[in-house]
């Protein structure tokens, strides 16, 4: 390596500055021949020319083009490279990156929506699924109420990959779970029986959709079916005194599993 004054090119620090690259960038490549300073002073620091700083340019480039290290230094050392070629390759798997960058916040604009809204669907696509006594405005009072829980961001994460047929599929399997449990209580099935349990682990399964729902939580679920004047409504409209009956069924499902029903908590 020839020596040189200080004048004759730029430091490995100055051409840090000046391609906004760090200096132990520039070291790497130094080391494993990919861009050597052709010169050095006297005291013994590295210098790069005006020809090493234009090589410097193009790995820098490359490099934000998304080439690795020994695809950029095969195209600058060998001279029958077909740069274009390459150029056009790199293009192709830029333009695939893009693409899924693109879904990647289309995902993440779904996410955003689904925190903020519930449910991704119209006002039209809720009355085709739900029924015309859905409330629209049902999921806004929902997050106001629960949008700091664990639970609503699991839903809200759920409901951000679902569609209309998805939504579908859960309001019939929701459907055919109220169907069971009115006709299990006009069969005169008691709450702690075989039948009943069954029917209380299927209850779990299909309100673990929305979020996971622990057995303790199940408890909850029931003490409010019992209590809450809308939920009451719904169940003992499908059978008089459902709601009572769920509660029960719960309760001494959850004690066959060493819940006691009394003590229970969200958790």
Request: charged residues 25%.
């Amino acid at each position: 390596m020839p020596d040189a004054t200080d004048t004759d090119g730029l430091t490995v620090g100055q051409a840090s500055t000046r391609l906004g690259v760090t200096v132990r960038a520039l070291h790497h490549w130094d080391e494993i021949g990919l861009a050597r300073p052709s010169l050095r002073t006297a005291a013994g620091y590295r210098l790069y020319t005006a020809g090493d700083l234009e090589r410097l340019h193009r790995i820098v480039v490359y490099r934000e083009l998304g080439m690795g290290l020994d695809r950029i230094q095969a195209i600058l050392d060998d001279a029958t490279a077909d740069v274009p070629a390459a150029l056009r390759a790199q293009r192709a798997q830029v333009a695939e990156r893009i693409e899924r960058l693109r879904q990647l916040g289309t995902g993440l604009d779904r996410m955003i929506d689904a925190h903020e809204r519930g449910l991704l669907l119209t006002v039209e696509q809720q009355a085709a699924i739900f029924g015309p006594r859905w409330d629209p405005e049902g999921p806004t009072r929902a997050r106001q109420r629960y949008g700091a829980t664990k639970q609503w961001q699991q839903y809200a994460e759920r409901s951000a990959s679902r569609g209309p047929e998805e939504w579908q599929r859960i309001t019939d399997t929701v459907a055919d779970l109220d169907r069971a449990l009115g006709e299990a209580m006009a069969a005169g099935v008691t709450p702690g029986s075989t039948e009943a349990n069954r029917l209380v682990e299927r209850h779990r399964e299909v309100f673990a959709s929305y979020f996971p729902l622990t057995r303790q939580m199940q408890v909850c679920l029931g003490r409010r079916y019992a209590s809450d004047s809308g939920f009451a409504a719904h169940y003992d409209a499908i059978h008089p005194g459902l709601s009572t009956w769920l509660r029960h069924a719960i309760d001494a499902s959850a004690r066959t599993h060493g819940i006691d029903p009394d003590t229970a908590t969200w958790q």
